[in-house]
């Protein structure tokens, strides 16, 4: 059974910067492509950004393009999302999901999701 596990979540003022990473028991991650998503209260989860099984394609949510890195350490089992210049408007509750793929491209559908971890951003 795939479980990804988020940590790095926190408190952390407007401007300031955070590295979630995302590890994963029972799987090789590095067959994996894997996804972060956000959600906040009331509303909708949304896509935050993507990396491929290789990490040599990534995909990011407009809002966050020039700030937010997707990266990964498959030597490591663990996919991390640096986030710099953070918002506000941006807390939430971060999610990282995977799916196993041939392809080398980002995907738009997961199979396994984490618990996620909480990201509260003060003004």
């Known amino acids: 059974q795939v479980r990804p596990v988020e940590s790095g979540g926190g408190l952390v003022q407007a401007g300031g910067s955070l590295r979630l990473s995302c590890s994963a028991s029972?799987?090789?991650?590095?067959?994996?492509?894997v996804g972060w998503f956000r959600q906040a209260p009331g509303k909708e989860r949304d896509v935050v950004a993507s990396i491929s099984w290789s990490g040599g394609k990534t995909y990011y949510a407009d809002s966050v393009k020039g700030r937010f890195t997707i990266s990964r350490d498959n030597a490591k089992n663990v996919v991390y999302l640096l986030m710099n210049s953070l918002k506000p408007e941006e807390s939430a509750v971060y999610y990282c999901a995977a799916r196993w793929t041939l392809t080398n491209t980002v995907v738009a559908e997961y199979d396994y999701w984490g618990q996620g971890t909480q990201v509260t951003v003060s003004s």
């Open positions: 029972g799987c090789i991650f590095k067959n994996y492509a």
